[in-house]
T-cell receptor, first 114, second 114 residues
Framework: AQKITQTQPGMFVQEKEAVTLDCTYD???????LFWYKQPSSGEMIFLIY??????QNATEGRYSLNFQKARKSANLVISASQLGDSAMYFC???????????FGKGTRLHILP | DTGVSQDPRHKITKRGQNVTFRCDPI?????LYWYRQTLGQGPEFLTY????????KSRLLSDRFSAERPKGSFSTLEIQRTEQGDSAMYLC????????????FGQGTRLTVV
């Protein structure tokens, strides 16, 4: 079974609009971490934001915020005021407390339109 | 530059040849990971090290693949008798060994087997 599910293979968004990228996860651990990475066409994986399972507040990093809904096992990434440079692949990922590796979803390709 | 460094960035090899990739992690990071990423997919876990100890290997890592981290610093990933199906981006990442921390990735080595 997929541990990380990203249901949007691709999205087109007008510049300056906010965008939400969906991510659901599956774990039986109580302790886990959720991550979002950005991968531009250059190929480098850029860490964006982290949410711990025990964190009560949603994580925010500049224009990025993580909408964490624990009961729904959902960890959507919200990008406010999108920019052309936000066009990239975005990956949701998880690290479980009983495991050291990070597992990735299949990604969402985001296109920002001028 | 204090990020994760991978060498080479690109490698083209003939089928049946051996190739070796190198990864230099962030200096204070004890964990080092290798991932493989094919076109349009998320990174797939291959193996990881805690210092010099290789703690987990994925079933994806056939016996043609071997990874080492002899002194707990840099790591090498060797593929013997390469096949066309080995063509992919090979990503290295490192993280601290405490808690559910994020991993930082290098720019990857793109392998093309012809």
């Amino acid at each position: 079974a997929q541990k990380i599910t990203q249901t949007q293979p691709g999205m087109f968004v007008q510049e300056k609009e906010a965008v939400t990228l969906d991510c659901t996860y599956d774990t039986s651990d109580q302790s886990y971490g959720l991550f979002w990475y950005k991968q531009p066409s250059s190929g480098e994986m850029i860490f964006l934001i982290y949410q711990g399972s025990y964190d009560e507040q949603n994580a925010t990093e500049g224009r990025y915020s993580l909408n964490f809904q624990k009961a729904r096992k959902s960890a959507n990434l919200v990008i406010s005021a999108s920019q052309l440079g936000d066009s990239a692949m975005y990956f949701c990922a998880m690290r479980e407390g009983g495991d050291d590796k990070i597992i990735f979803g299949k990604g969402t390709r985001l296109h920002i339109l001028p | 530059d204090t990020g994760v460094s991978q060498d080479p960035r690109h490698k083209i090899t003939k089928r049946g040849q051996n190739v070796t990739f190198r990864c230099d992690p962030i200096s204070e990071h004890n964990r080092l990971y290798w991932y493989r990423q094919t076109l349009g997919q998320g990174p797939e876990f291959l193996t990881y090290f805690q210092n010099e100890a290789q703690l987990e290997k994925s079933r994806l890592l056939s016996d043609r693949f071997s990874a080492e981290r002899p002194k707990g610093s840099f790591s090498t990933l060797e593929i013997q008798r390469t096949e066309q199906g080995d063509s992919a981006m090979y990503l290295c990442a490192s993280s601290l060994d405490a808690g559910l921390t994020e991993a930082f990735f290098g720019q990857g080595t793109r392998l093309t087997v012809v």
